[in-house]
């Protein structure tokens, strides 16, 4: 009677296989090298593809919780006294019929300019944003009360300032902040500089570090005052439900806005770098499976080894009437074994990695010196990683793939080895 696959037996031969003398001490020794490296393979690939998933999202998370998804904008013409212009002179129409769109969850006109912000003898160039009290208070990122400092509830009396500029000035809540527009007032002897005095009544943090040293919001009438844009808009923000899919809204929307209007979403303003994100991160997953292939590639070796020294014991075993196909899920389980420990030893490491990055990083920033991470460079102030399921079975699927594979082969000749010859020198 055949016996059935991977009966006790097998598993009881294999163990003890795996459980080497010390006599045969280089199989144990390779064993444990195959199983390490297949650990340090998967831990490598399950905290790269966190930090690559957690980098995409709080980069994402920060461009649509302080940006418009899609801005709508008008092509240049030229007004009644002869000047070209942009600005939206029927924006609140505009932004009703645009309101209508399925999707759009919010419409907001918006003034904007540059400017040079000076306060306590410091300097530092700020984008400013015209915009309703009412609408400053929906955009996640500058409304969030855990991060932000100040009453929005007093925005109409003063000015909001990232908490980069205001670190770069030397400022805080009910400090004077002077603004000055080279676009000014206009006399016989030509424009002069417009300069204007704030209250700082919010100080917000966006997690963006190019957007919290250069953005202030003012409230909208007082924007459309201070840059003569009485009675315009210069634009208008647009949120979506939906800004991962933003290219199906940008035809309707467009409609809505009417003639003469354009459209630039969030992924035309970022989709390059998201690009080149998408691509690095492709290229480091075949770097890194290539990595787990190698690892996997010890197994070869640890059952080569294996199969050399246990021949004798293979004639044996074959004389006995074990099968073929006994012996070679013998050896196909020592190095299942070996890749399924690694690999759930790997899933441990990497997924621990992943939940405690803040005090890992934390260690790291402190035995360096502190500095290691630069977010004038990288744009975020840390490093994030996300443990996401789908990215742990994958690294799973991987390993466990190119364990398996790579076991069938030595496995095969065990299998294959004439138990005459075997046992011809014994």
């Not at 600005?87 to 400017?115: F, I, S, Y």
């Not at 499976?289 to 080894?305: D, E, F, K, P, Q």
């Not at 020592?334 to 997924?351: M, P, Q």
Request: hydrophobic share 45%; aromatic share 8%; net charge neutral.
């Amino acid at each position: 009677m055949t016996p059935a696959p991977f009966a006790p037996f097998e598993w009881m031969i294999a163990w003890r296989y795996l459980r080497a003398k010390r006599a045969e001490g280089g199989v144990s020794v390779m064993t444990w090298i195959s199983l390490v490296g297949i650990t340090l393979a998967v831990f490598a690939l399950i905290a790269t593809l966190a930090v690559r998933t957690g980098f995409r999202a709080e980069f994402v998370d920060t461009i649509l919780g302080s940006n418009a998804h899609v801005t709508v904008y008008h092509v240049s013409r030229t007004d009644e006294f002869g000047r070209t212009t942009r600005t939206l002179p029927d924006h609140d129409a505009m932004a009703d019929r645009v309101r209508q769109v399925p999707g759009v969850v919010r419409v907001a006109p918006l003034v904007k300019g540059q400017v040079m912000a000076t306060a306590n003898g410091n300097n530092s160039g700020v984008e400013v944003f015209g915009i309703s009290a009412q609408d400053i208070r929906q955009i996640p990122r500058v409304a969030n009360p855990e991060t932000g400092r100040g009453d929005l509830a007093q925005f109409e009396q003063g000015i909001a300032i990232g908490s980069g500029v205001a670190q770069t000035l030397g400022v805080g809540i009910g400090d004077q902040v002077k603004l000055i527009s080279p676009n000014g007032v206009k006399t016989a002897f030509g424009v002069s500089p417009r300069i204007k005095s704030y209250e700082v009544v919010y100080i917000f943090t966006a997690g963006r570090y190019d957007i919290d040293r250069t953005r202030a919001y003012l409230p909208f009438e007082e924007a459309q005052l201070y840059f003569n844009r009485e009675g315009v808009a210069d634009e208008l923000e647009v949120i979506v439900d939906d800004p991962e899919k933003v290219d199906r809204y940008t035809t309707p929307i467009a409609q809505a806005a009417g003639v003469g209007a354009l459209v630039w979403t969030w992924q035309d303003a970022s989709g390059g770098f998201l690009r080149a994100l998408e691509m690095e991160d492709n290229v480091m997953f075949v770097i890194l499976s290539v990595l787990v292939l190698i690892a996997t590639m010890n197994i070869v070796s640890g059952l080569i080894m294996l199969v050399k020294n246990k021949g004798r014991d293979i004639g044996i075993l074959r004389t006995m009437g074990l099968t073929e196909g006994s012996v070679m899920r013998v050896f196909f389980i020592c190095g299942a074994s070996t890749g399924i420990v690694g690999t759930l030893a790997g899933v441990i490491l990497g997924s621990l990695f992943a939940i405690y990055i803040d005090q890992i990083f934390g260690l790291v920033n402190f035995i360096a010196g502190g500095g290691v991470w630069d977010p004038s460079i990288r744009g975020i102030y840390a490093l994030p990683a996300k443990l996401e399921l789908g990215d742990v079975l994958t690294a799973m699927a991987l390993s466990l793939t190119l364990s398996f594979v790579v076991t069938i082969f030595p496995a095969r000749r065990a299998a294959r080895m004439n138990p005459v010859e075997a046992l011809r020198y014994e």
